[in-house]
């Protein structure tokens, strides 16, 4: 089954504990990115990756970092939590669509995380 | 200003009515057009991408785009109770790309009443 998979599903921690949160996709797709979810504030992109060691910022990178060192995977690295990073956190990858015009994203789950 | 505007709601509808969803953007570079649907508690999922000017259609969804106006919006015909979600509007600058820099409007919610 095509599918993203985040892991863990719910995480509470506290300020300062370094975190990883994993992403994995089995769809071969090139183009991975990570979203926090805040009420009110819709889906914010973090970082993403258009392909294998390629990664850029997104609107609010500050506190995280991603890395990309096989095509399947797309970790996130929470180095110093803290509570303003407790959110619902979502990977998505993305391929081509007809004739390459358009790339659908695959969401994950998400992730919710608390920081205490 | 956000970059992408969309009411918040909740957006009251009649079952078997159509749901009107609006959505405006500021950058005039942006390209490439998408709603999203997410029911509570899940993951987004695409329902509709738009990219030329006009309407394009697909079952009872359909998707308008005036680039000159910078306003997207999303019809649905014939209500169903099932379509109550959060709609989530959502822009880029690259034409063949939705991947790399996608900016979402924070959504609006919808409930159909039966």
């Known amino acids: 089954e095509a599918q993203v998979t985040q892991n863990p599903r719910y995480l509470i921690t506290v300020t300062g504990k370094k975190l990883t949160v994993t992403c994995s996709q089995n769809?071969?797709?090139?183009?991975m990115s990570w979203y926090r979810q805040d009420p009110g504030l819709g889906l914010r992109q973090i970082y993403y990756s258009m392909n294998v060691e390629v990664t850029d910022k997104g609107d609010v990178p500050e506190g995280y970092k991603v890395s990309r060192k096989e095509k399947r995977n797309f970790p996130l690295i929470l180095e110093s939590p803290s509570p303003n990073q407790t959110s619902l956190y979502f990977c998505?990858?993305?391929?081509?669509?007809?004739?390459?015009?358009?790339?659908?994203?695959?969401f994950g789950p998400g992730t919710r995380l608390t920081v205490t | 200003q956000k970059e992408v505007e969309q009411n918040s709601g909740p957006l009251s509808v009649p079952e078997g009515a159509i749901a009107s969803l609006n959505c405006t953007y500021s950058d005039r570079g942006s390209q490439s057009f998408f709603w999203y649907r997410q029911y509570s508690g899940k993951s987004p999922e695409l329902i509709m991408f738009i990219y030329s000017n006009g309407d394009k259609e697909d079952g009872r969804f359909t998707a308008q785009l005036n680039k000159a106006s910078q306003y997207v919006s999303l019809l649905i015909r014939d209500s169903q109770p099932s379509d109550s979600a959060t709609y989530l509007c959502a822009v880029n600058n690259f034409f063949y790309s939705s991947a790399s820099k996608i900016i979402f409007g924070s959504g609006t919610r919808l409930s159909i009443r039966p």
């Open positions: 769809m071969n797709h090139e183009y």
């Open positions: 998505a990858s993305s391929s081509p669509g007809q004739g390459g015009r358009f790339y659908e994203q695959y």
